[in-house]
């Protein structure tokens, strides 16, 4: 990332910050015991966001300012590969199960090995999955999606919040709250219902908890996104428990693993935070 400026704690950059956000300009603010300094990615026009800075600081009104971006330069996948690959995997897998049709692929990807006897299901214990070293299982069923709407409601989620933390924690912060909240919402639901469920929903309402919470947390927000984004999520998970939205054609809900990513995303700031502590 590049450096825009330092400047004294005392100065409050909270209406600098949501202008950024509200521009769709992502960035970083980080503090030290008496100096906050501002980072930019490499694509962002350090020098142009300097000058408006210095503006804002003469007294000038955000509310006129208005920024022109590269359209190629807000939607390039290529720039977020690990969203950009949930998203491409998901689809594949998705596809290839016949949105929950073809069992014979299906049983490869559920957390734990699956058959049917007599239209009955029969499936192994949790921990066979570890004994047999099929380790994946314990991730591989955020991919499976079920429906249409299934995968779009939450590859939109993923591309809009997932793809801001990667951007602005990188990488290795992102892997390891996917995974938190994949292998928690998955073991969660499987107590709850068995193996015969899938998509990103536990991970999508685990890194909006995430990102709500760090931003509660913060002098000055991070991801920038609205709290009222965390209030409607909670009411989806509330409506989900109602059975509404199965039958308004998403499918059966897997409200647990809704519940327990929401509570993974909260529990993974601290966790975050004490692993990465260097680097945030």
Do not use: C
């Not at 300009?25 to 408006?52: C, G, K, M, S, Y």
């Not at 984004?229 to 897997?254: C, D, H, K, P, Q």
């Amino acid at each position: 990332m590049i450096k825009v400026f330092d400047v004294p704690l005392s100065i409050d950059l909270g209406e600098f910050a949501e202008f950024l956000w509200r521009n769709e300009i992502p960035h970083r603010i980080v503090e030290d015991e008496e100096r906050q300094t501002l980072w930019v990615p490499q694509h962002v026009n350090a020098d142009r966001v300097r000058f408006i800075f210095e503006q804002w600081k003469s007294g000038a009104d955000l509310q006129q300012i208005s920024v022109r971006r590269p359209l190629r330069q807000r939607i390039n996948p290529l720039k977020f590969p690990m969203t950009t690959g949930i998203l491409l995997v998901s689809i594949v897998i998705s596809v290839a199960i016949g949105f929950g049709s073809r069992y014979e692929l299906m049983h490869w990807l559920t957390i734990t090995d699956f058959h049917f006897i007599n239209q009955q299901l029969i499936y192994s214990h949790l921990l066979e999955s570890l004994h047999s070293f099929e380790v994946w299982r314990f991730i591989s069923p955020v991919f499976m999606h079920f429906n249409l709407p299934h995968i779009l409601f939450n590859g939109l989620w993923i591309w809009v919040i997932g793809r801001r933390i990667e951007q602005l924690q990188g990488i290795g912060i992102y892997l390891l709250l996917f995974a938190w909240a994949a292998v928690l919402s998955n073991v969660a639901q499987f107590w709850v219902s068995g193996p015969m469920f899938g998509g990103l929903s536990g991970v999508v309402f685990a890194i909006l908890a995430y990102t709500w919470l760090w931003d509660k947390q913060a002098r000055i927000a991070f991801f920038g996104f609205p709290s009222a984004l965390f209030v409607f999520m909670v009411f989806w998970l509330v409506l989900g428990y109602t059975g509404l939205l199965e039958a308004i054609g998403f499918g059966a809900i897997a409200n647990t693993a809704h519940l327990a990513g929401l509570v993974a995303g909260l529990l993974a700031v601290p966790l975050v935070k004490v692993i990465f502590r260097r680097h945030i």
